[in-house]
């Protein structure tokens, strides 16, 4: 079986996939070696789905998608099986995503006395960014002048730009006079760089503290970015290309969430 997942990691290494991927795939593949026991090499559809079944309701459709990017990523790239995997990717959850008010953000952000943390929860709302995002920010990356930010290596090994506020760059200007370019902006007391779960604490910690009731994720930060902009009348268009979505059908789902139409109307009780 470590031959296997050896072999795997390398090839996805050779491709350029994300560590993330990586992680996640080699996971998933354990999981279904270790279910099918021997023959990995020879593919049977049955087996498949019954793993498949192991899981069905206890992860995420997400989830499942990428256990089924993982096998058919071994079968066709390192078993090399010539036949057509025909297995349906689940239907994925159409949740609205939970967004803070202004006011909301306001409390969050204020509710936190360390400058540094503050500042961490203020630019990953400020400019939208995703948690991974803000803990691989360097000093070469933050465009003061411009305000703007330069995200790197993003979700699908994609770059883009996003925007900095006027109002926290005097912070941001203390921090990169104290630093050379290639440091991380945010990085713990050995000048390494923070962990996605730090960031996320942090924000879990001001959520509390705010007493704000609603079951928020550090990704409701960059939600309400998104649905903010989209309220100040800037064109759904740039909003997806400051998010970096590769759909622009991903960017509409905040039209939901941000309809003034459909928020006057009143209730008949």
Known sequence: MQTQLNLVEREL???????????????????????????????NEDKVKNFLLLYQGKISPQSQNIYIGAIKFYYYNIAKINNKIDIKTPKKTKKLPVIFSRDEIDLIINSVSNPKHKLM????????????????????????QELTVHIKNAKGQKDRISVLSEKIIPELQEIINKKSKNDYLFSNEQGKKLTSRTAQKIFENALKKSKIKKSASFHSLRHSFATHLLENGVDVRYIQNLLGHQNIRTTQIYTQVSNPKLKSIKSPL
């Open 121 to 144: 929860l203020s630019i990953s709302y400020g400019a939208g960014l995703r948690v991974g995002e803000l803990v691989n920010l360097k000093i070469q990356d933050i465009n003061s």
């Open 13 to 43: 290494k050779i491709r350029n996939y994300s560590p993330r991927t990586i992680k996640a795939y080699l996971f998933a593949l354990k999981k279904y070696f270790l279910f099918k026991k021997n023959n990995f090499n020879t593919f």
